[in-house]
């Protein structure tokens, strides 16, 4: 079994930062992907950001350049810089976690994220 543990959300002002963290852990045997969901209240989930093992990147059009996804290979984390905050961030993100031969997905609890106007 694969945990995530996801930390580093809260309230923020419109146009601050913040900065979210997933540490994994377990029996993991090859990371495929790790990326970064979120959801807000009444709306589906939505992928924010996606890092590859090779380090590809990719981002929703609503983030792009002013999010930033990054991996500690080492420590098996990934982290969601966010700046420039808007109200529309406002979500529960969540931290998925893709893994060995028959890429199964987990996924961390949640945090939340909250942007003031």
């Known amino acids: 079994q694969v945990q995530l543990v996801e930390s580093g959300g809260g309230l923020v002002q419109a146009g601050g930062s913040l900065r979210l963290s997933c540490a994994a852990s377990?029996?993991?045997?090859?990371?495929?992907?790790m990326a970064w969901y979120r959801q807000a209240p009444g709306k589906q989930r939505e992928l924010v950001a996606t890092?590859?093992?090779?380090?590809?990147?990719n981002y929703a059009d609503s983030v792009k350049g002013r999010f930033t996804i990054s991996r500690d290979n080492a420590k098996n984390t990934v982290y969601l810089q966010m700046n420039s905050l808007k109200p529309e961030d406002t979500a529960v993100y969540y931290c998925?976690?893709?893994?060995?031969?028959?890429?199964?997905?987990?996924w961390g609890q949640g945090t939340q994220v909250t942007v003031s106007s």
């Open positions: 377990g029996s993991i045997f090859r990371i495929n992907t």
């Open positions: 998925n976690l893709n893994e060995g031969v028959y890429y199964r997905d987990y």
């Open positions: 890092i590859r093992a090779s380090g590809k990147t």
